[in-house]
């Protein structure tokens, strides 16, 4: 508890993921309490071609807290 999913358009190389994920988890360890240990993060790669159908239509939207879901043209 809990785990992070991030969706991005792919390209970035796995010490970019690596450090994007250790700043997240760093932050939710300042922001609810918790330990190292509690926390998983995920990062899914996807062409921008397939963003919409696999990660844009998907999102609720009530569930956002911040920003809003890119939608591809």
């Given at each position: 508890m809990p785990h992070i999913d991030i969706s991005m358009f792919s390209g970035r190389d796995d010490e970019t993921?690596?450090?994007?994920?250790?700043a997240v988890v760093e932050t939710?360890?300042?922001?609810?309490?918790?330990q190292k240990?509690?926390?998983?993060?995920a990062i899914h790669d996807y062409d921008p071609s397939e963003w919409n159908e696999k990660v844009?239509?998907?999102?609720?939207?009530?569930?956002?807290?911040?920003?809003q879901v890119y939608k591809a043209e």
């Open positions: 993921k690596k450090r994007v994920a250790d939710m360890m300042k922001e609810l309490g918790c240990s509690h926390l998983s993060v844009h239509d998907k999102v609720d939207e009530s569930k956002l807290y911040s920003g």
